[in-house]
């Protein structure tokens, strides 16, 4: 683990705020590739997958969210005690800007986080960006389980995301559900933008084909280091926002944790919807 994660840790206060929370089993991880923020609306073999989930994984006692969607400048936890999603993008239909999302937060929980890892602050506003509540909508339609989401600090280089996620461990231990919410392809200048069932050309097929591979292999490093695994990765990977939340999904695992993947497709051509759960 690289030094910079770590501060002086305050044992007497992360007993005081844990105490309260049920011994329960580890939970899995869970990466979503979430794709179009219309997925919100449709009922598809995609939607229709997190539905089955949610009603088949164990329940959480709260949800941890790592969306590509909320990019900052340092690293930051959210302790609103009432987030409420929001509609960061624009253009759609006035029906998505009608569905409502608005589950309790876990401010507990969130300054846990601040405890293993002084270098994330709080919160106190951010409510639940599509890459969090479009996905949840579908998993836990009721939003009755507490949420709240860790940022991705642009300004960092892949391996600190990989080395920070490890350090997050715990939280597993807490009954909380970490997601990954991004896509392993995400290029929006080659999208179908009319036809959800467009064709998927081969760079984005070969790529997300290699990241399975690798995934299945247990070759995580050699994920961190997508850059080297060919000419497609720079098509498929043009910005690493939508990448990074896998990051911190595979570094949160456990050596020889079981890997199983509950979605595989694309759609707008190009958009790798690939789903996973580890453990």
């Known amino acids: ?110 300054k846990s986080v601040m405890e293993d890892l002084p270098i994330v602050q709080p919160d106190p506003n951010m409510g639940l960006d599509h890459g969090a509540w479009t996905v949840l909508k579908h998993i836990y339609p009721k939003a009755d389980i507490p949420v709240f989401q860790l940022s991705i600090d642009y300004t960092q280089p892949i391996e600190r995301h990989f080395e920070l996620a490890q350090a997050l461990k715990k939280l597993r231990n807490k009954g909380v559900l970490i997601m990954g919410s991004g896509n392993i392809v995400h290029n929006l200048g080659r999208l179908d933008w009319r036809n959800i069932d467009g064709k998927t050309e081969s760079w984005a097929q070969q790529f997300d084909q290699t990241v399975k591979q690798r995934l299945g292999n247990g070759d995580f490093n050699a994920l961190v280091q997508y850059k080297k695994l060919g000419p497609e990765a720079m098509l498929a990977v043009p910005t690493e926002d939508h990448y990074l939340p896998m990051i911190y999904t595979l570094g949160l695992a456990d050596n020889k944790e079981p890997l199983k993947y509950i979605y595989e497709g694309f759609q707008y051509g190009n958009i790798s919807m690939r789903c996973f759960t580890i453990g």
């Open 1 to 110: 683990m690289a030094p910079w994660l770590y501060g002086q840790m305050k044992v007497s206060a992360l007993d005081t705020i844990t105490s309260g929370f049920k011994s329960t089993p580890k939970m899995p991880l869970l990466f979503v590739g979430h794709g179009h923020p219309m997925n919100a609306l449709f009922d598809n073999s995609f939607t229709q997958t997190l539905h089955r989930l949610g009603q088949t994984m164990e329940r959480p006692q709260a949800i941890m969210v790592i969306s590509a969607h909320w990019e900052t400048r340092g690293s930051f936890v959210s302790v609103n005690p009432h987030p409420k999603a929001i509609y960061d993008f624009g253009g759609f239909p006035k029906e998505l800007f009608e569905v409502q999302y608005a589950p309790p937060g876990a401010p507990a929980l969130a």
